[in-house]
């Protein structure tokens, strides 16, 4: 007992000799990840927010991989590999709100195609956009463009029998002769609906006296318009190998016309009576845009024009406008075979649907 009195002694003697020391000059080693403010728990720097220094995983327990990165640090906006946001599973949503990299472009069997924005010009999707077609009887846009600038639809276009006979086998869609007269009003029906070559060269000559020379004015309105890649040489579209442009450039003559209310009154009419010839009765002639039609399965709601074609050079091409929403859109799609008015189709949904994400507006 007397051993132990003596052992406490001595013990309580040595604490109050070396306690201050303990406690007032006591160092801590230096935190080898730098002075982040906590000595324990520190994150290595380069790990992301949630990552232990060492650890390799990120945080478990309750609450674990929800604390959002801090600004700037690395992940910071981004999901977990293989984590969805709530509400996205399945949407294939793009990282970067407004980017068009996520959208899932349609499918285009036609060899040219070109959805535009007719508000801005803007191509909203292209398929060989700039790459030269023959464009068959789409090239009539171009030439009902130029005659109502230049024209009354009260003039009176007297048919020579150049215009009428200086065309290929089975081209003379009217059976429109020399000497037979019609008001500029009747011929751009017969041109836009019944799509009639023989009209096209009548008109060409009523307004520069030669088929050359309404060439020549389609060329300068053409660059007017932006066309780059774009050489008219007859005002109907039949085979020339010196005739041929783009979906693109076509896109912007398709663009301008529309902006012309008797243009869009004309290529939206599904019939009209035509007044009789020479060699024809009075007859009905009929829009030949199928996708115009409510009564037919290929009907598209909010086509406000439109144009059809075909040649053994060109196969399909078809040039199309369609408003919905206050959103006006310009399909054109080139050497097609017989898929135009499902392509055409496909395109003006996919504008429609994402217009906001593809225009920026």
Request: charged content about 15%; proline content about 5%; overall charge neutral.
């Amino acid at each position: 007992m007397r051993q132990w009195k003596r052992l406490l002694g001595i013990g309580l003697a040595f604490c109050m000799m070396f306690g201050g020391n303990a406690y007032g000059e006591m160092t801590i080693a230096p935190n080898p990840f730098g002075n982040t403010g906590s000595a324990a728990g520190a994150s290595a720097p380069g790990l992301g927010a949630g990552m232990q220094a060492g650890s390799g995983n990120s945080l478990t327990g309750p609450g674990a991989g929800s604390r959002p990165a801090g600004p700037g640090a690395p992940g910071a906006g981004k999901q977990e590999p293989g984590v969805s946001a709530p509400g996205m599973q399945g949407q294939g949503v793009s990282e970067n709100p407004g980017s068009t990299a996520a959208l899932a472009e349609p499918e285009i069997a036609a060899e040219g195609a070109v959805l535009m924005d007719a508000a801005t010009g803007k191509v909203l999707y292209g398929k060989n956009q700039d790459q030269q077609f023959y464009p068959a009887s789409i090239t009539k846009v171009m030439t009902a463009l130029l005659v109502l600038e230049r024209c009354s639809l009260t003039d009176v276009v007297e048919f020579t029998a150049s215009a009428t006979t200086n065309l290929e086998s089975g081209a003379v869609s009217l059976n429109i002769t020399a000497g037979d007269r019609l008001t500029v009003e009747q011929c751009l029906y017969g041109l836009m609906l019944k799509s009639a070559n023989e009209i096209g060269n009548g008109l060409a000559e009523h307004v520069a006296g030669s088929v050359a020379g309404f060439a020549d004015l389609m060329n300068a309105k053409a660059r007017e318009l932006g066309c780059v890649n774009t050489h008219f040489a007859n005002p109907h579209g039949l085979n020339d190998p010196d005739h041929k442009t783009t979906p693109r450039d076509m896109a912007l003559i398709m663009r301008a016309a529309l902006m012309n209310d008797t243009f869009r009154k004309i290529a939206t009419t599904c019939s009209y009576d035509f007044p009789a010839t020479q060699k024809e009765a009075a007859r009905t002639i009929t829009m030949g845009h199928k996708m115009m039609y409510p009564t037919d399965s290929r009907y598209y709601e909010g086509i406000i024009g439109g144009k059809t074609g075909y040649t053994s050079l060109a196969g399909n091409t078809l040039v199309t406008g369609a408003e919905r929403n206050g959103a006006r859109l310009i399909v054109v799609v080139m050497k097609a075979k017989q898929t135009h008015y499902t392509d055409t189709k496909a395109l003006l949904d996919y504008g429609f649907a994402h217009y906001k994400e593809l225009t920026g507006r």
